[in-house]
Nanobody, 123 residues
């Protein structure tokens, strides 16, 4: 069983930055992939980025490439999402999910989820 807790959300002006954290407990994230997803009001949950904690390979949705960076700290059992150059359209609840194996961009592939953290970007 993996328990995930997100933190680091908040209110920021357009062009600003936030760093989201995903803390895992219950078991080590070794050989797991962690994905970041977001869900805006009235919209479906969409994939943002994912990382394989064992080899560090990562992928990004096109709309965040060059602005967001995913990283991991295996010693702390943490995954981070550094978000720069934020835009109002980035406003959403951000969730981290975990799954055994390699990273995927489909939310239904992830069996473990955190409660989410709100990110609001003002114009």
């Amino acid at each position: 069983q993996v328990t995930l807790v997100e933190s680091g959300g908040g209110l920021v002006q357009a062009g600003g930055s936030l760093r989201l954290s995903c803390a895992a407990s219950g078991r080590t994230l070794n050989n797991y992939a962690v994905g970041w997803f977001r869900q805006a009001p009235g919209k479906e949950r969409e994939w943002v980025s994912a990382i394989s904690t064992s080899v560090g390979s990562s992928n990004y949705a096109d709309f965040v490439k060059g602005r967001f960076t995913i990283s991991r700290d295996t010693a702390k059992n943490m995954v981070y999402l550094q978000m720069n150059s934020l835009k109002p359209e980035d406003t959403a609840v951000y969730y981290c999910g975990a799954r055994p194996g390699y990273e995927l961009s489909t939310s239904r592939a992830y069996g473990y989820w955190g409660q989410g953290t709100q990110v609001t970007v003002s114009s």
